[in-house]
């Protein structure tokens, strides 16, 4: 299964493919989650990555594409795969059913889910995770059991840098610009699934199951 996970900052992407992945045997391909891996661990990849992520701008396609081409030709996507939050821009989108098409594969559904501005702000003010084994809290609704500890591996709990003041608005605005018109990519292409994101999580789950067994 080919699967493309879409949405603005917060809605809930991150919070279903960990759903997904525990329920289906493919690999979570986060291009955020790649390229905070890269800040961390100071790489060159990580330093020019950085100064777009700080300041709420996408990473160039030049850059993004390449890594998630190669990353889809390992033997573990094969049987299929999980995209989180790539692609992003219609640029990508082309370049991903190209970089596909070489193997004879394709995207067989993109799942988009949102929620207001308003739901998506108070969400990712409060999102925390561990360091360590980066497991996703909410001081609001989901905080940790002990403050500043992680409930499963007792690492440090900390906040993402792109998560605190202003950085917050520009990527909301830039998901508008640049993310939203890929909507009518996928929904051209009758795959795209639309999912209400404010609703409780295991809520949107039944819906993601829903369509994901069809497949
Ligand atoms: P990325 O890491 O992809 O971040 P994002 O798209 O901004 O989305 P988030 O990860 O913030 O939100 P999410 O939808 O995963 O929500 P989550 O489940 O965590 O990208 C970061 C940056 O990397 C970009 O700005 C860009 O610079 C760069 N980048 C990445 N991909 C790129 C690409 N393709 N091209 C170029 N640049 C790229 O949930 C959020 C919070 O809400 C959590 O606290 C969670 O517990 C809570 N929550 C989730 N669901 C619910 C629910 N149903 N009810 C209540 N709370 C909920
Ligand atoms: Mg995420
Ligand atoms: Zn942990």
Known sequence: MN???????GA???????????????PHISTGDIF??????????????????????????????GIVNER??????????????????????EALDQGLA??????????NISAPNEVLIERLSGRVSCKDCKKVYNLQYKPPAQAG???????????RDDDRGDTVAR???????????????????????????NRDSIAVWADVQKILEKF
């Open 3 to 9: 699967i493309v996970l879409m949405g603005p900052p």
């Open 171 to 197: 990527r909301l605005e830039v998901y508008l610009e640049q993310t939203q018109p890929l909507l009518d990519y996928y929904r051209q292409k009758g795959l795209l699934y639309e999912l209400e994101g």
């Open 36 to 65: 905070r891996e890269a800040v961390a661990n100071g790489t060159e990849l990580g330093k020019q990555a950085k100064t777009y992520m700080d300041s709420g701008q996408l990473v160039p396609d030049e850059v993004t594409i």
């Open 72 to 93: 889809l030709t390992r033997e573990d996507c094969q049987q299929g795969f999980l995209l989180d939050g790539f692609p992003r821009t219609t640029i990508q989108a």
């Open 12 to 26: 809930g992407k991150g919070t279903q493919a960990e759903k997904i992945k525990a329920s289906y045997p493919i």
């Open 149 to 159: 500890i992680c409930d499963v591996c007792g690492g440090q709990i900390i906040q």
């Open 102 to 111: 070489a193997s004879g594969r394709k995207i067989e559904v993109a799942i």
